[in-house]
């Protein structure tokens, strides 16, 4: 955490009272990947970070209650609780981790789906990149682009958030068997946005990779996610309280923050560069042509 010393400068200079609520924070790590992009990266999607962090509101706003059906289908979408499975071990794709929930007689939505939100909203934006490079003038195809790159960057930054892999997301049993530490969760979840670090400063001395393999990937990324998880109940008194409430910004938690933001930047550009490079291979049968 030391390695960042004038970004923590900048970033507690930085910190404001802005409104808004998690999303914000998603906002700012979209620009910051996208910033952080090669040129081989096509040029309207490297010009298109304003509406990556526009369109990376969506899965937050489709658990609105007055939408029930969608509320209860997105929400397991957003975690994943591998201590609930006998087996630690990945299932390679969503129908075979449905399968392993049968099998263990356990709800799916109680584990979550999170590796294969990512996982499939990679291959979608890799579908549309491969559209893209076929008709490359066809502006409805650009615009899906960006707003597939908008639900992916989501999911790939919730992966990130320790408590967000975790079935002590939100408090955890202390030595009398008492839960501690509720709320936590929001404090969390609201720590980028309070921090506020510039896009920029993210984005710095950042090389986004290929992904070899896409589900490996993103296995790795959650154990690294799930190795920090006692760090973060270790911060918790130090956190600043969810929302607008008074807060002095202190090294170590906003040294783990940027530490996060800048893992989140790096993941999610990692997988735009994964979907860029798997579209070149991929090839639509004679009935798909985009004229309009």
Aim: net charge negative.
């Amino acid at each position: 955490m030391a390695r960042w010393p004038f970004v923590l400068a900048l970033v507690v200079l930085n910190t404001s009272a802005a409104q808004g609520w998690w999303v914000r924070g998603h906002s700012i790590l979209c620009r910051a990947a996208v910033a952080s992009l090669p040129e081989r990266m096509p040029g309207f999607f490297r010009d298109g970070g304003d509406a990556i962090a526009h369109f990376v509101w969506d899965p937050d706003l489709a658990r609105n209650r007055g939408t029930p059906l969608l509320r209860r289908a997105e929400g397991p979408e957003h975690y994943f609780n591998p201590e609930r499975l006998n087996d630690p071990s990945l299932p390679a794709d969503r129908s075979r981790f449905l399968e392993r929930c049968a099998d263990q007689g356990i709800a799916p939505d109680k584990v979550g789906f999170l590796p294969y939100s990512v996982a499939e909203w990679t291959q979608r934006l890799a579908v549309a990149f491969a559209e893209h490079r076929r008709w490359p003038d066809n502006r409805h195809i650009r615009h899906k682009c960006l707003m597939y790159a908008g639900f992916l960057a989501h999911y790939a930054q919730d992966l990130c958030q320790p408590l967000r892999v975790t079935m002590y997301f939100n408090g955890r049993p202390g030595p009398d068997g008492v839960m501690q530490s509720r709320g936590i969760q929001y404090k969390v979840d609201d720590l980028i946005r309070r921090i506020n670090p510039a896009p920029g400063d993210l984005a710095s001395g950042l090389e986004p990779v290929v992904l070899d393999s896409l589900m490996t990937g993103i296995a790795a990324q959650i154990e690294n996610s799930r190795s920090l998880v006692d760090a973060v109940y270790g911060l918790e008194g130090r956190l600043p309280p969810a929302g607008e409430g008074e807060w002095t910004p202190v090294p170590e938690v906003v040294a783990f923050g940027m530490e996060r933001a800048r893992e989140a930047v790096k993941f999610t550009a990692s997988l735009y560069l994964t979907a860029w490079q798997l579209s070149e291979s991929l090839e639509f049968e004679d009935w798909v042509v985009r004229t309009d």
